[in-house]
């Protein structure tokens, strides 16, 4: 099994800036991609950005292109979420979450595809 922590959401002006990390336990970390999704009040989780097993490949929504970057450490077992240019439509629950199939050349957005999630960070932008 693997056990994700997120961290680093908090409260933020818009415009502002907040790096969210993932950090796992499970030595098959490494081998799988991992997605961020997030949630807000009343909608469905939806998928915001991935990045393959290597760190190699890495995908965006459209809304959170140019402003958004993922990266991970697989020494250190924790992947990331550098938020800058935050708007009040970015607040929501984030999560990360594993892709089951291991070695994937592509990040898939979908949210079946995932198996292990964290327990979620809030962030809320205001205006």
């Known amino acids: 099994q693997v056990h994700l922590v997120e961290s680093g959401g908090g409260l933020v002006q818009a415009g502002g800036s907040l790096r969210l990390s993932c950090a796992a336990s499970?030595?098959?970390?490494?081998?799988?991609?991992v997605g961020w999704f997030r949630q807000a009040p009343g909608k469905e989780r939806k998928f915001v950005a991935g990045?393959?097993?290597?760190?190699?490949?890495?995908s965006y929504v459209d809304s959170v292109k140019g402003r958004f970057s993922i990266s991970r450490d697989n020494t250190k077992n924790t992947v990331y979420l550098q938020m800058n240019s935050l708007k009040p439509e970015d607040t929501a629950v984030y999560y990360c979450?594993?892709?089951?199939?291991?070695?994937?050349?592509?990040?898939?957005?979908?949210?079946?595809?995932?198996?292990?999630w964290g327990q979620g960070t809030q962030v809320t932008v205001s205006s």
């Open positions: 499970g030595r098959t970390f490494s081998s799988n991609a």
């Open positions: 990045i393959s097993w290597s760190g190699d490949s890495t």
């Open positions: 979450a594993t892709d089951s199939s291991p070695f994937r050349r592509v990040v898939v957005p979908t949210r079946s595809v995932y198996d292990y």
